[in-house]
């Protein structure tokens, strides 16, 4: 079966490093529903930090203003997040998913911050 979301981009960084991770949604999907970048940190549920509506709005949690941005490309079918200057806590597995979560999970893709 077909995943609906393929997550990407992640990987070991330094404290104070960036990185950019992409979500490719099958079909319409970008252009159907609010998108949003959730993560799960190790023996902690899988929480929303990033949120677009269709309409271009965003929003952050607290945790990561200021640090983590979202963004859509609809001709690519894209959902991004822009990471910088990552901490330690920003450690967890990412995935992309509607807001609210309504559809399939894909598989994630790891952000491990470490020095």
């Known amino acids: 079966q077909a995943q609906l979301f393929e997550e990407s981009g992640g990987g070991l960084v330094q404290p104070g490093g960036s990185l950019r991770l992409s979500c490719v949604a099958a079909g319409d999907i970008l252009s159907i529903y609010d998108m949003g970048w959730y993560r799960q940190a190790p023996g902690k549920r899988r929480e929303l930090v990033a949120g677009?509506?269709?309409?271009?709005?965003?929003r952050v949690v607290d945790s990561v203003k200021g640090r983590l941005t979202i963004s859509r490309d609809q001709t690519k079918n894209t959902l991004y997040l822009q990471m910088n200057t990552l901490k330690l806590e920003d450690t967890a597995v990412y995935y992309c998913n509607t807001v609210p979560s309504k559809l399939e999970w894909g598989e994630g893709t790891l952000v491990t911050v470490s020095s």
């Open positions: 677009i509506t269709l309409g271009g709005g965003t």
